[in-house]
């Protein structure tokens, strides 16, 4: 069946970094797009980056340029570069795939 698992979150200092890794199996992780999503506490969950099977990227405003995403196929692994932390970043954090989500990572930045 498909899972998705991630990890790498934990507790920050703001302008801190972290690196989320996300491991799919139970179907062709090549063939599909990933996504990272957040969901902050009282907010709706929002995308923050998503990356093609051919390596397309594409991220939210508030964490362009601060934030990589990239994917290594040999390893069924996405992965989520977070850089420049800021306590707004603050949130638990999904991977999205083949209509799948993971059971998320917390995240948290601390002022």
């Known amino acids: 069946q498909v899972q998705l698992v991630e990890s790498g979150g934990g507790l920050v200092q703001a302008g801190g970094s972290l690196r989320l890794s996300c491991v799919a199996s139970?179907?062709?992780?090549?063939?599909?797009?990933i996504g990272w999503y957040r969901q902050a506490p009282g907010k709706q969950r929002e995308l923050v980056a998503g990356i093609s099977s051919i390596g397309s990227t594409n991220y939210a405003d508030s964490v362009k340029g601060r934030f990589t995403i990239s994917r290594d196929n040999a390893k069924n692994t996405a992965y989520l570069q977070m850089n420049s932390l800021k306590p707004e970043d603050t949130a638990v954090y999904y991977c999205?795939?083949?209509?799948?989500w993971g059971q998320g990572t917390q995240v948290t930045v601390s002022s």
């Open positions: 999205r795939g083949v209509d799948r």
């Open positions: 139970g179907f062709t992780f090549s063939a599909y797009s």
